[in-house]
């Protein structure tokens, strides 16, 4: 673990969150047996009841929420909508093709970023699924990355996390009877050393069980991953190709024998994928890379590391892509040079770089490229134009443009979530805001679960002067945020602006008996979990 990961909670969470579940409830719980059913026409063994009955979907999905509460709240967290996005539209075609993956629930996966130099990605309870900066960074095309999310995909939809709590509820018993043992020990003159050996023993056998498992589970995830990126069009041996890189990553550092290890050994996953490989030959038809992954990869390229010598570094980068025959190397080095110039204030030299991106882009005459996929990045280079256009300092002229574009790119791509929140921004910013309230008024209606936007219509309602409103929506985007107290504070607010309508005051109080009653429900869960 590095040291940065040390210093954060959830990050431990994150990579134990299993542990972290069951040794709260262990001891008062009863032993339940983790029970496999028959095996699925995938060959992979389907879940016995004591998986849900250990953690159900719902609490599972809970949990997630709630540490997922936490991670937004960490300044590493890569609150970039291009980033999430993208990441979301490729994660979620790869649930697609996951069968039974949402569970009995159909819960929405949720696919995000966080700044860290490891490379590595975990899975939440729930379909919370985290990457780390640099795993994107050293993913040389989409099937290696396809064959990490997959992987993680492979977690949720085995439900391991579950499985977990139900097989540390048996061994939660076994250092306890090692004590019990212990004692006795002492107590018939075995001396001090000889109870240490017998409690130690014990520990040591729970936790080698737990290893054990967890082994378990990273090679099942492994075969479903492989055969969920098989299904969607991603060369396998991918896998293979990340897996060695992060092999030779590991030597660095130093690896574990394999029965130390929470993780098989990277050597036995390679020959197992190599082996699953042979049996079933990859796809006729090779998913190609999208240019959205390179330009992706150069906005996290620039917000990895945001000191001097860091954007130093992503500009040594960018130059070296913009010298490679590869078009969207070079595509993705111009766009990063232009996301950088912006980020460091250069809003001529940004919109210069993008332009050059976009151009290159466009058949050439008489150029024939298997390089070009069918995508040209319309929408990400549309999100840069207008952030560009909505950086300090622009003319309202220049301001005014962004609406327009910021209109013709939602209209373009409806569904995209980075471009109509951009849209509502550059309405806000040209002073539209009688627009720009109607319009995420809209947005809130269709998209309930999205913060961000009751974030915007606050911000809306404080410039229209809409005190009330303005407190009113803050408080539901607490309620999402899962900060009930502080959504309780906003309501209380909203009831003593002078603007407070009668109308507001019933809602108002509505949504305040609703939020007292989920608090003390949420207590009381909490009194019962500390027994």
Same mark, same amino acid.
């Given at each position: 673990?590095?040291?940065?990961?040390?210093?954060?909670?959830?990050?431990?969470?994150?990579?134990?969150?299993?542990?972290?579940?069951?040794?709260?409830?262990?001891?008062?719980?009863? +032993?339940?047996?983790?029970?496999? #059913?028959?095996?699925?026409?995938?060959?992979?063994?389907?879940?016995?009841?004591?998986?849900?009955?250990?953690?159900?979907?719902?609490?599972?999905?809970?949990?997630?929420?709630?540490?997922?509460?936490?991670?937004?709240?960490?300044?590493?967290?890569?609150?970039?909508?291009?980033?999430?996005?993208?990441?979301?539209?490729?994660?979620?075609?790869?649930?697609?093709?996951?069968?039974?993956?949402?569970?009995?629930?159909?819960?929405?996966? !949720?696919?995000?970023?966080?700044?860290?130099?490891?490379?590595?990605?975990?899975?939440?309870?729930?379909?919370?699924? #985290?990457?780390?900066?640099?795993?994107?960074?050293?993913?040389?095309?989409?099937?290696?990355?396809?064959?990490?999310?997959?992987?993680?995909?492979?977690?949720?939809?085995?439900?391991?996390?579950?499985?977990?709590?139900?097989?540390?509820?048996?061994?939660?018993?076994?250092?306890?009877?090692?004590?019990?043992?212990? *004692?006795?020990?002492?107590?018939?003159?075995?001396?001090?050393?000889?109870?240490? $050996?017998?409690?130690?023993?014990?520990? $040591?056998?729970?936790?080698?069980?737990?290893?054990?498992?967890?082994?378990?589970?990273?090679?099942?995830?492994?075969?479903?991953?492989?055969?969920?990126?098989?299904?969607?069009?991603?060369?396998?041996?991918?896998?293979?190709?990340?897996?060695?890189?992060?092999?030779? +990553?590991?030597?660095?550092?130093?690896?574990?024998?394999?029965?130390?290890?929470?993780?098989?050994?990277?050597?036995?996953?390679?020959?197992?994928?190599?082996?699953?490989?042979?049996?079933?030959?990859?796809?006729?038809?090779?998913?190609?890379?999208?240019?959205?992954?390179?330009?992706?990869?150069?906005?996290?390229?620039?917000?990895?590391?945001?000191?001097?010598?860091?954007?130093?570094?992503?500009?040594?980068?960018?130059?070296?892509?913009?010298?490679?025959?590869?078009?969207?190397?070079? +595509?993705?080095?111009?766009?990063?040079?232009?996301?950088? *110039?912006?980020?460091?204030?250069?809003?001529?030299?940004?919109?210069?770089?993008?332009?050059?991106?976009?151009?290159?882009?466009?058949?050439?005459?008489?150029?024939?490229?298997?390089?070009?996929?069918?995508?040209?990045?319309?929408?990400? !280079?549309?999100?840069?134009?207008?952030?560009?256009?909505?950086?300090?300092?622009?003319?309202?002229?220049?301001?005014?443009?962004?609406?327009?574009?910021?209109?013709?790119?939602?209209?373009?791509?409806?569904?995209?979530?980075?471009?109509?929140?951009?849209?509502?921004?550059?309405?806000?910013?040209?002073?539209?805001?009688?627009?720009?309230?109607?319009?995420?008024?809209?947005?809130?209606?269709?998209?309930?679960?999205?913060?961000?936007?009751?974030?915007?219509?606050?911000?809306?309602?404080?410039?229209?002067?809409?005190?009330?409103?303005?407190?009113?929506?803050?408080?539901?985007?607490?309620?999402? +945020? #899962?900060?009930?107290?502080?959504?309780?504070?906003?309501?209380?607010?909203?009831?003593?602006?002078?603007?407070?309508?009668?109308?507001?005051?019933?809602?108002?109080? *509505?949504?305040?008996?609703?939020?007292?009653?989920?608090?003390?429900?949420?207590?009381?869960?909490?009194?019962?979990?500390?027994?």
């Amino acid at each position: 673990m590095s040291q940065r990961s040390s210093r954060w909670p959830w990050r431990r969470v994150a990579t134990a969150v299993g542990l972290a579940v069951a040794t709260a409830a262990a001891l008062a719980a009863p +032993t339940v047996p983790v029970l496999h #059913g028959s095996a699925d026409t995938t060959g992979l063994p389907t879940l016995g009841d004591s998986a849900r009955a250990d953690l159900s979907p719902v609490m599972e999905r809970k949990l997630g929420e709630e540490i997922m509460n936490d991670i937004r709240r960490d300044p590493d967290y890569l609150d970039d909508d291009a980033i999430i996005e993208f990441l979301n539209n490729f994660g979620e075609n790869l649930v697609s093709f996951a069968p039974g993956a949402r569970g009995e629930m159909n819960a929405d996966f !949720f696919f995000f970023a966080v700044r860290d130099p490891m490379i590595n990605a975990f899975a939440l309870p729930g379909g919370f699924i #985290g990457v780390h900066s640099q795993l994107l960074l050293s993913a040389q095309n989409e099937s290696e990355l396809a064959s990490v999310l997959s992987h993680e995909i492979g977690h949720v939809q085995q439900r391991h996390i579950a499985r977990m709590i139900g097989q540390q509820k048996q061994d939660a018993l076994l250092p306890l009877a090692a004590l019990l043992l212990a *004692a006795l020990v002492g107590k018939a003159g075995g001396g001090a050393d000889a109870a240490m $050996g017998v409690m130690m023993g014990g520990q $040591g056998l729970a936790i080698q069980r737990q290893l054990n498992f967890s082994r378990d589970a990273e090679r099942e995830a492994d075969r479903v991953g492989f055969q969920t990126m098989r299904a969607a069009g991603y060369d396998t041996s991918g896998m293979v190709a990340f897996f060695k890189r992060l092999q030779s +990553t590991t030597r660095i550092y130093g690896e574990a024998p394999a029965w130390l290890s929470s993780h098989p050994l990277t050597g036995e996953r390679i020959a197992d994928i190599q082996s699953r490989i042979r049996e079933n030959p990859k796809p006729i038809h090779i998913r190609p890379d999208s240019i959205e992954f390179h330009l992706v990869r150069a906005r996290v390229r620039v917000l990895q590391d945001e000191s001097q010598k860091g954007r130093e570094e992503a500009k040594a980068t960018f130059q070296s892509q913009l010298a490679q025959q590869n078009m969207q190397q070079q +595509t993705a080095g111009m766009y990063g040079m232009s996301f950088l *110039a912006l980020k460091q204030g250069d809003l001529k030299s940004a919109q210069s770089w993008l332009d050059k991106a976009k151009a290159s882009t466009k058949p050439r005459p008489g150029v024939f490229s298997s390089e070009r996929t069918g995508t040209d990045g319309s929408a990400m !280079f549309a999100a840069l134009g207008t952030e560009i256009k909505l950086a300090p300092g622009q003319p309202p002229d220049v301001v005014h443009q962004a609406v327009q574009d910021g209109e013709s790119a939602y209209q373009k791509f409806p569904l995209s979530r980075m471009l109509a929140r951009q849209y509502a921004d550059a309405l806000v910013a040209d002073g539209q805001l009688d627009k720009a309230a109607q319009f995420l008024r809209d947005q809130v209606q269709q998209y309930r679960e999205e913060p961000k936007l009751y974030d915007q219509l606050a911000k809306t309602y404080a410039a229209q002067g809409k005190i009330a409103l303005q407190h009113m929506a803050l408080a539901e985007s607490y309620v999402l +945020t #899962g900060a009930l107290p502080a959504a309780v504070d906003q309501l209380n607010l909203a009831r003593k602006a002078k603007d407070v309508s009668f109308y507001d005051q019933a809602v108002i109080d *509505a949504r305040e008996r609703e939020l007292s009653e989920r608090q003390k429900d949420e207590k009381k869960e909490k009194k019962d979990k500390d027994r």
